[in-house]
Every structure is written in structure tokens, then in C-alpha cells.
């Protein structure tokens, strides 16, 4: 009995031996409902615009993938042109995708596709994800349930706030029931706040924990930034700890060197950053738009400010993102702007700084290196009358 154990034992080690980990992943799909000729795409799990990983042409309900994963992404297999995915993780290995979707056609034409009864098989990360996202797919329950509960008065308050019905809207506003809501509304927000955050600090050792962090938000913002720096080097270095940090620091961490640009003012001079920063103590980049509302609305405090400290060291570079010069010529005239004017007539200072939206604001020192970002109001006034204090 001792040789045939010994024996099993031996045959068992050779056989890890001489086997190798998968350099390559082939993808059978077998989903019925997907209709013929579709084609079928991965992409990244991402906040930014998804890049096309592989794709498919479905034949009979069936298609195949093939190619290798440098390492495991986070990847959405869906129709091209429709709505509607499945989230698995694309690793080296044979994974099986097989099911029914369902399908319904949405107000703009396109299609949109349930995979609810699609299963991943073969992919053992994808079974780590899964229960790793399992408290997000909690709160996307609990959620559902509130706005079922709560649809017939919103609905109510809707209607009425659009027939400036101001009395019932009041009524409303004042109901018990509408308190209920918006403290059920409170207790879920700090519930999302609350396993997110376990489930990062759960896995802050590797890049479960930045993959995390996308995947379970559809954005991150500077509140962030502390989870973040929390992580290990070894998480902030993988894939998806570069694209956490690109996210919320778009620009560097204060002290950074900011982009350096070549640009021509509304009067033709041309000038770049460093041009501007010299001889200037702080500096304000605001990205805007003619045709911003919030931006517009930022103006007024915007000259205050320059008219407190322009004589003291400061400037303002407006960098408008407009596309059409009359209405940025007008704006500039009509607001009386009387700093630097830029118009971005490419896009290309705005990428620079990986400027998403407007307004978009920068304070940066004489060097050109990044003191504060997206100030605004009171709080952008106080910001400059800080730094001009020290």
C-alpha cells in the first residue's frame, strides 16, 4: 500500500511538473438570442472611452475569441451598436460563455440586451471578481427597491415642478412621506460610501483594490485621493492603479510641473506657460466656454479677485475650448476680460491638462508647478488671499 501511495504521489508530481500555465485565452461563446452576423466586442472596464480588446462575428448563437492577456483585465463582452454587456475577467485559459439574452428595442432605435442568464465558466477570476462586487450588486438591489417605493412620488413631484405647480410642489416637499424617502436616500449614499470603501481597504495589497475603485463608481473625485494613497506600491504601479491615478490627479499632485503649451492670445501674441508665469507670483489656468453657463457664472468673481491682486504678482490665463471664434471674441468683450485670453482652437492645451469639463480651474506658482486645482467661488477668493498672505 506504501509503493502504490508513493507511486500516485511521484505520477502526480510529474505531471505539475510538465504542465504550464495557459500563454493564451480562447473565448467559446454559446448565446442564444444574439442575432446572426452581430458582432460581438470586449472592452476595458473603465471611466474612460473603452478600447476594443478582440471582437467576433456571431454565427448561429456561437463565436470565438483567441489571443493572450499580458495580465488580467476587467472586460465587458457586448453587441456592437446596443446596450447591455457582461463583465468577466479575460485571463489565459479556455472560458466558456453561454446563456440566453433577451432583448428589447429602446427609444433611440438600438437595442438593448439582457445577459442576467449568461455564465462565465473557466475563468476562476472571474468567480474571485464576482464575489468581490457582490456588496455592490447589494446596493444596486437596494437601490432598485428605493426607486420603486419612491417612483409614484417623484413622479408626482416631477409633474408638478414642470406645471409650476409651486403650491403642491411645496406640499410635497413638506410630507412625511418625502422625508422618509430622502432619509432612506441619506442612509444608502453612506451604505455605498461604506462598502466601498471596505472592499478597497479589503484589498489594498494588489490591483484588486484600484479595479475596485472603477469598477464599482461611473467616476472618482478628489474625495478619493485618501483610499488611494492608502494602497500598496504594488497596487499603485499595476494597470488599474495607473488609471486610478490618472483620474484623480489628471495633472500631478500639487508641486508637479504642469504642461508646458504653445498658444496665441486674442491680440495674436504668441506665448506658452512659462511665458506667462514669469515675473508672476500665482497664476489661475481657467478652461472655459462662451456658451458655459457655470463659467459665466465664475466671471464676476474671477475679476474680483484680479482686481484685489493683479497689481500683486497675479494673472489669469482664460482658456476657452470654444470651437467657433465670433461667440468667444463676444464673450471676452461682453464680460470685460481684461487678463490673458487663449482660444484652444485644437483641443490640444485642453488634453494637455486632461480637461473633461468646464469650467475647469488651476492655480500654479511662478514655475509653473500645480498649487491648487477646481477652486471655485468663495472658496477659490479665499484660496489667492491665502497665498498672497504668506
Not at 413631484?157 to 403650491?167: D, L, M, P, S
Not at 412625511?176 to 430622502?182: A, G, I, T
Not at 484600484?210 to 469598477?215: A, D, F, K, V, Y
Amino acid at each position: 500500500m506504501k509503493k502504490i501511495f508513493i507511486t500516485g504521489l511521484a505520477v502526480s508530481l510529474l505531471t505539475a511538473c510538465g504542465s504550464s500555465e495557459k500563454t493564451s485565452y480562447t473565448i467559446r461563446g454559446e448565446i442564444a438570442g444574439i442575432p446572426d452576423s452581430s458582432v460581438v466586442l470586449i472592452s476595458s472596464v473603465t471611466h474612460t472611452a473603452p478600447d476594443t480588446i478582440a471582437e467576433a462575428i456571431v454565427t448561429d448563437g456561437k463565436f470565438e475569441i483567441k489571443g493572450v492577456a499580458d495580465e488580467p483585465r476587467a472586460v465587458t463582452l457586448y453587441i456592437k451598436d446596443n446596450y447591455g454587456g457582461k463583465v468577466f475577467m479575460l485571463e489565459n485559459g479556455d472560458i466558456n460563455i453561454n446563456g440566453v439574452v433577451k432583448a428589447e428595442e429602446v427609444s433611440d432605435g438600438k437595442m438593448r440586451f439582457d445577459f442576467g442568464e449568461v455564465a462565465v465558466l473557466g475563468s476562476p477570476m472571474t468567480d474571485t471578481y464576482n464575489e468581490k462586487m457582490s456588496g455592490r450588486r447589494m446596493l444596486d438591489s437596494m437601490f432598485t427597491a428605493h426607486q420603486s417605493t419612491y417612483r409614484p412620488l417623484m413622479n408626482r413631484y416631477y409633474e408638478a415642478r414642470q406645471n409650476g405647480n409651486t403650491g403642491l410642489v411645496d406640499s410635497i416637499n413638506a410630507s412625511e412621506e418625502f422625508n422618509r424617502m430622502r432619509e432612506a436616500e441619506k442612509n444608502l449614499f453612506a451604505a455605498a460610501d461604506s462598502i466601498f470603501e471596505a472592499s478597497v481597504n479589503a484589498n489594498k495589497s494588489d490591483f484588486w483594490g484600484p479595479l475596485l475603485m472603477i469598477s464599482q463608481t461611473s467616476y472618482l473625485s478628489a474625495k478619493q485621493r485618501d483610499l488611494y494613497e492608502s494602497l500598496s506600491d504594488s497596487a499603485k504601479n499595476s494597470h488599474y492603479g495607473r488609471l486610478v491615478y490618472d483620474e484623480l490627479y489628471p495633472v500631478g499632485r500639487p508641486g508637479d510641473k504642469m504642461p508646458e503649451f504653445e498658444a496665441v492670445t486674442i491680440d495674436g501674441t504668441k506665448t506658452g506657460l512659462a511665458a506667462l508665469c514669469k515675473d508672476k507670483k500665482y497664476v489661475i489656468l481657467d478652461f472655459w466656454a462662451s456658451w458655459c453657463g457655470p463659467c459665466r457664472r465664475e466671471i464676476p468673481n474671477l475679476k474680483k479677485i484680479y482686481a484685489d491682486f493683479a497689481d500683486k504678482g497675479f494673472e489669469i490665463i482664460s482658456v476657452s475650448i470654444d470651437k467657433e471664434e465670433k461667440p468667444w471674441i463676444n464673450a471676452v468683450e461682453n464680460e470685460g476680460l481684461k487678463w490673458v485670453n487663449i482660444r484652444d482652437t485644437d483641443h490640444s492645451i485642453a488634453d494637455k491638462y486632461k480637461v473633461s469639463a468646464v469650467p475647469t480651474m488651476y492655480v500654479v506658482d511662478s514655475e509653473g508647478r500645480l498649487v491648487a486645482e477646481n477652486l471655485h467661488g468663495e472658496e477659490l477668493a479665499e484660496k489667492i488671499k491665502e497665498l498672497f498672505q504668506n
